[in-house]
């Protein structure tokens, strides 16, 4: 079964430092998505991406963050500062559209000291 | 706005029992409803979804989930729980003037069902 796949599973970085979180969405998808879960925490959205370019983003995706979707394949979550507060499970999604359902990826564990 | 409402945090079952996990969702318009589940260090499974067809869903693993517009609840269900079941279980609601498809989703707290011998 297709999957979506995300690197590094596991990711720390100094505060200040940048992050690119990598995922391969399943191919024939159309509509991606980056998602975040702070421990304990319920699962938050984040940004989604149709036809190269953002189509809604929340209130925390500020200045800081951007995504890419470079090459037709890999689609980049990218952290320009990281602070404390970014530790998470970052999730990236996908879906064809139409009444399917959304396919995650297993996630990037993001530590940030 | 559309919201998800996990009534419980923690359910405990034994093994060969019935599992009930129960989700109330606040819409504005026809709503998408998923069950996704999260086992330890794993990612997010798609366990059923609900798309304005029939209001009993089938999923995997033997979990189903009714849509009960009236009560505005789409609970999940098992007959029988086994020891693989134990995960954090989310209801979810797709922000979304249509159903289905390109709009991000909502969350809801998450459950954790353990499972006992």
């Known amino acids: 079964e297709p999957e979506v796949t995300q690197t590094p599973s596991h990711q720390v970085t100094q505060m200040g430092q940048e992050v690119i979180l990598r995922c391969v969405p399943i191919?024939?998808?159309?509509?991606f998505y980056w998602y975040r879960q702070i421990l304990g925490q319920k699962v938050e959205f984040l940004v989604s991406?149709?036809?190269?370019?953002?189509?809604?983003k929340s209130e925390i995706f500020d200045d800081q963050f951007s995504v890419e979707r470079p090459d037709g394949s890999n689609f980049t979550l990218k952290i320009r500062s990281t602070k404390l507060e970014d530790s998470a499970m970052y999730f990236c999604?996908?879906?064809?559209?139409?009444?399917?359902?959304?396919?995650f990826g297993s996630g990037t564990r993001l530590t940030v000291v | 706005a559309q919201s998800v409402t996990q009534l419980d945090s923690h359910v405990s079952v034994s093994e060969g029992t019935p599992v009930l996990l129960r989700c109330n969702y606040s819409?504005?318009?026809?709503?998408?409803l998923f069950w996704y589940v999260q086992h330890p260090n794993k990612g997010l499974q798609l366990l059923l979804k609900?798309?304005?067809?029939?209001?009993l869903v089938k999923g995997i693993n033997g979990f189903e989930a009714e849509f009960k517009k009236s009560e505005t609840s789409f609970h999940l269900t098992k007959p029988s729980a086994h020891m693989s079941d134990a995960a954090e279980y989310f209801c979810?609601?797709?922000?979304?003037?249509?159903?289905?498809?390109?709009?991000?989703?909502?969350f809801g707290a998450g459950t954790r069902l353990a499972v006992h011998p």
């Open positions: 999604a996908s879906t064809p559209g139409g009444s399917y359902g959304y396919t």
């Open positions: 191919s024939n998808h159309l509509y």
């Open positions: 991406f149709y036809n190269n370019e953002i189509s809604e």
């Open positions: 819409s504005s318009y026809s709503p998408s």
């Open positions: 609900y798309t304005s067809a029939a209001t």
């Open positions: 979810v609601v797709s922000d979304s003037l249509f159903s289905g498809g390109y709009n991000k989703l909502i």
